[in-house]
């Protein structure tokens, strides 16, 4: 039979109020869509045009359908039944694309993870989703995702079906995937949950967001108007295809929508990039700030053609106005500021804005109907202008994670607002100003580092008596992450504690960037403040000390 998770998982829910159905149906934002509706009306309609390119692969839209279902039935044909959760790891390949769109056509779930994430959090994505298939690579960017398989099925042994593209080694191979297309399931509820997207962890481990057609097509849609996207558009998947930014910001998956190209790019720096950009005539782009400022320095000198690019957006992490006047001199094209979440609520500076909302704000949301609160400490309303915490809903925010409990109590009001945890000022005409944050993770280039998963395996090390991570303010990264260590018995060194925290099967941009000893946390900090409070008195003693600024 299928895996034992099978009998009794925590369904896939995501349940607005009737109201609110019914008003964003009545607007149009709801349209009943789904992905493989989509993705179906497309492949007759641009059929032979490309869809994806990556590689020595370029697929029209009628071969990623077909590729699709190929990849779909022959899934189900493996005994797997719609509703079952995959966790799926790819780089930036074709593959990506054919998989994800496969799990849709035969009502799989995809659980998206990144390239990045190793055994300890792949594991975690395929407990809490109740996953019984890992779909992966054989190997990217020099890493064997076989052996993440086998340890993965070692440890959870309800993934019972492991598929790996490129040499399987035992594992079936995706290539060899075939199935009967007649199995495949109807389309399904628009109001269903589509996947499972993974959240960057602001507090413990990351939590997984189910997102549902309805929405996650409104949120694409949307905001193909406000980026410009076209058939006539070329976008390319520079940051990793399964986060949320360039998957639907508007992403490879508005791209498809509106029968545009999708180029895959297996690195993001401009020495991959821009031979791309070049050769596909690329138009649109999202990358995070140190990528954009990156790009703008070696636009300089390059000898590639970039004049094809029309909007070059960068999100995922503060670009502050001088950073974004370097984007725009450098790359002579549009700048569009991103500040986005995969909860759902994503803001964009609009194209035509002027160059000072465009350098100074991070936009404002896609919707009419998205909700914006800025409240002070006590959930009071701020007067505008004034610096507040950021609560939302809308259209395509979510109401609940997946099988967590306790982060829903905690991450959501009583009405339903998402607690986004950032601080943010709202100016005239609703655009946003991101000025921090209200929880400690470290925002490291766009990838979201929680402080106290990191914490948590630095003190599993024997020779660690407590450790307390902070961001630090980082011209390249916009932020590093920092552990400071309170050592005991046996000495330590740095480099240890960082190959502590790798071994322990995390991603590489998880281990501390700078390791700091220190004899205590200070006189005030024995039981008597929160951990909060204390991260934030290391971070200020830290940057007194060596003299670092803002
Ligand atoms: P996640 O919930 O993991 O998808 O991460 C979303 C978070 O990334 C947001 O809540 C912000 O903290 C941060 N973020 C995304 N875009 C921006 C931006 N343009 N400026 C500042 N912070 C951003
Ligand atoms: O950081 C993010 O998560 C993000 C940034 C820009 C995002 O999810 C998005 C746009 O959709």
Known sequence: MNASFSSARVPLRQVWPPALVARYRAAGHWRGETFPGFLRERAERFAGDIAVVGGDTRLTYAQLWQDAGRIGAGLLAQGLIPGDRVVVQLGNVPEFVTVVCGLFRAGLIPVYALPAHRITEVVHFARKAEANAYIAASSYEGFDYRTLARELQAQVPEVQHVIIAGDAAGFTALASLAGDLDQLPADPDPQSVAFLQISGGSTGLSKLIPRTHDDYLYSFRASNAICGITQDSVY?????????????SPGFFGTLYAGGRVVLSPGAGP??????????????????????????QAAATTTHDLSSLQVVQAGGAKLVPEAARRVIAGLGCTLQQVFGMAEGLVNYTRLHDSEEIIVSTQGRPISEDDEV?????????VADGETGHLLTRGPYTIRSYHNDPAANARAFTED????????????????????????????????????EEIEDHLLAHPSVFDAAVVSIPDAYLGERSCAFIIAQGEPTKAASLKAWVRGRGLAAFKVPDQIV????????????????????????RFMQQTGETR
């Not at 609160?373 to 309303?381: A, E, I, T």
């Not at 944050?437 to 766009?446: E, S, V």
Request: charged share 20%; net charge positive.
């Open 517 to 540: 000893f220190v004899d205590a946390f200070g006189t005030t900090a024995v039981g008597k403040i929160s951990r909060r409070e204390l991260r934030a008195q290391l971070r200020e």
């Open 271 to 296: 020495e991959t990039a821009f031979g791309l950009i070049a050769r596909e005539r690329v138009t649109c782009v999202g990358l995070v700030p140190p990528l954009a400022l990156l790009w703008a």
């Open 236 to 248: 390319l998947v520079a940051l990793p295809a399964a986060h949320n930014f360039p998957m639907s």
């Open 416 to 451: 339903g607002f998402y607690r986004t945890g950032d601080r943010v000022q709202r100016l005239p005409g609703g655009y946003l100003v991101v000025q921090g944050r209200a929880t400690d993770h470290i925002n490291r280039a766009g990838e979201k580092i929680s402080a």
């Open 373 to 381: 609160l800025v409240v002070d400490d006590h959930g009071n309303p």
